[in-house]
């Protein structure tokens, strides 16, 4: 069963960065696809950005699209690191490591994860 563990969330002023992490264990694949989503009081869960099981392949929602990145860890290729600039208040919201399992493409669907992580929260406020 694969574990997704998230850290790196916080408060930060509008204009701000945050980096967040997403660490999958205990899966039987070497390597896993990982995608962020995000999800905000009263709103559906939503894609924010992916990063491929197979070579650097990532994928963006249009809301975030020059302000966040997505990477490896060099040192573990089953962490990701989100960094996030340029933050705003409609970036505040619990933000949810996926996985599909078994990897394979990213999907921007919520439906089509197979593993979750607790979430950490994120708050872009003055």
């Known amino acids: 069963q694969v574990q997704l563990v998230e850290s790196g969330g916080g408060l930060v002023q509008p204009g701000g960065s945050l980096r967040l992490s997403c660490t999958a264990s205990?899966?039987?694949?070497?390597?896993?696809?990982l995608a962020w989503f995000r999800q905000a009081p009263g709103r559906e869960r939503e894609f924010v950005i992916g990063?491929?099981?197979?070579?650097?392949?990532?994928?963006y929602a249009d809301s975030v699209k020059g302000r966040f990145t997505i990477s490896r860890d060099k040192a573990n290729v089953n962490k990701v690191n989100l960094q996030m600039n340029r933050l705003t208040p409609a970036d505040t919201a619990i933000y949810y490591c996926?996985?599909?399992?078994?990897?394979?493409?990213?999907?921007?669907?919520?439906?089509?994860?197979?593993?979750w992580g607790r979430g950490t929260q994120v708050t872009v406020s003055a």
């Open positions: 996926a996985a599909r399992d078994p990897p394979r493409y990213t999907s921007k669907s919520a439906d089509e994860q197979d593993h």
């Open positions: 205990g899966g039987t694949y070497a390597r896993y696809n």
């Open positions: 990063h491929g099981w197979s070579g650097d392949i990532s994928t």
